[in-house]
T-cell receptor
């Protein structure tokens, strides 16, 4: 069974631009969560989607948004990029929502904002 | 939000030694206590997890000890190996709330 895939793996953008990251969960998994990982703040929860609906949201500004498609694939978008948005963005999938289940993480997308 | 406090930040252990990482939490609604392991260039992966109805769970060289009254749980790595060198995260949660990750502990096992 293929794992969680994230594209692209690396991305370089400049301040003010916008970016879209993609995540394909494990086949059969319907819940997708996004995290931002930085050396200073660690792993911070962005949002969780299940059946195309946002189920939970972390404490991030409105520049961070996401969506989920009917095939459970998910995208996150960051508009008006800031230097502080440089981070590893991780996607995790679960069979169903809720943290009782093991979260299966992808390798992440490394975003650098110049 | 300081709902989860993980310590130490970093740890150096000799090969064959015991590595101990601690996690303290505030939210008494948490009822699922996992530890994740992350290697450089990879996403975190579940290592071991415990529910609060038991005080200890062992899987191979990895053990979780859970102290409900103190609101703490620990990861013990017995006979630590260089291949265990990674960053470890506690991530307590419940079925209805978003997972909160600890700040992480960078473990280095010296050969």
């Amino acid at each position: 069974k293929a794992g969680v895939t994230q594209t692209p793996r690396y991305l370089i953008k400049t301040r003010g631009q916008q970016v879209t990251l993609s995540c394909s969960p494990i086949s059969g998994h319907r819940s997708v969560s996004w995290y931002q990982q930085t050396p200073g703040q660690g792993l911070q929860f962005l949002f969780e989607y299940f059946s195309e609906t946002q189920r939970n949201k972390g404490n991030f500004p409105g520049r961070f948004s996401g969506r989920q498609f009917s095939n459970s694939r998910s995208e996150m978008n960051v508009s008006t990029l800031e230097l502080g948005d440089s981070a590893l963005y991780l996607c995790a999938s679960n069979p169903t929502p809720g943290s009782y289940n093991e979260q299966f993480f992808g390798p992440g997308t490394r975003l650098t904002v110049l | 939000q300081q709902q989860v406090k993980q310590s130490p930040q970093s740890l150096i252990v000799q090969k064959g030694g015991i590595s101990i990482i601690n996690c303290a939490y505030e939210n008494t609604a948490f009822d699922y206590f996992p530890w994740y392991q992350q290697f450089p260039g990879k996403g975190p992966a579940l290592l071991i997890a415990i529910r609060p109805d038991v005080s200890e769970k062992k899987e191979g060289r990895f053990t979780i000890s859970f102290n409900k009254s103190a609101k703490q749980f620990s990861l013990h790595i017995m006979d630590s190996q260089p291949g265990d060198s990674a960053t470890y995260f506690c991530a307590p949660g419940t079925g209805g709330f978003k997972t909160i990750f600890g700040a992480g502990t960078r473990l280095f096992v010296k050969a």
